[in-house]
C-alpha cells in the first residue's frame, strides 16, 4: 500500500509513474489525508509524525522517506529495480535529499485543490476506490 499526499502533483506524479510500471497491480493506493489511510497507519503503531509526501506499509511495516520510494522502485518493471542500488548511499544523505524535494514539492511541483480521483479503470487499486 502506497499512501500519498493526494493534494501534491509531484506526489500523483509518483503513483502515475507506479501504476505505469507496476503491470502486475502489486501496489495500491491511498491519500495520506483519507480516513483509510489513517486506519491502516493506527493498526501499524506507527507514530504520530510521518512524512506527509509518501509512506510505504508492507507485511505491516511502514516505509518513509527514501526508504520508501527505494522499496517501491524495485518492484516494478525493468530499469527501475536496478535504482535499489542507491541503499549503498547512506540513509542520512539519502533522506536528507528526499526532505529537501519533500519540503520543496508545492512550490516547485504545484499543487491541486483536492485529492486525486481515479479513473473508473483504476479504481479497485485504491483503498477508497
Do not use: K
Amino acid at each position: 500500500m502506497i499512501l500519498f499526499d493526494g493534494v501534491c502533483n509531484l506526489c500523483n506524479g509518483f503513483v502515475q509513474f507506479v501504476i505505469a510500471r507496476d503491470p502486475a497491480a502489486h501496489f495500491r493506493f491511498a491519500p495520506l489525508q483519507s480516513e483509510s489511510a489513517q486506519r491502516l497507519l493506527g493498526a501499524t503503531q506507527m507514530p504520530v509524525t510521518l512524512p506527509d509526501s509518501v509512506v510505504l506499509v508492507e507485511n505491516g511495516r511502514v516505509w518513509t522517506e527514501s526508504a520508501a520510494a527505494l522499496r517501491v522502485l524495485r518492484q516494478l518493471t525493468f530499469p527501475w529495480p536496478l535504482m535499489a542500488v542507491c541503499v549503498l548511499v547512506p540513509p542520512p544523505l539519502r533522506n536528507w535529499v528526499y526532505r529537501l524535494v519533500a519540503r520543496n514539492r508545492y512550490r516547485w511541483f504545484g499543487r491541486r485543490d483536492v485529492c486525486m480521483m481515479p479513473t473508473p479503470e483504476l479504481r479497485q487499486r485504491f483503498l477508497d476506490g
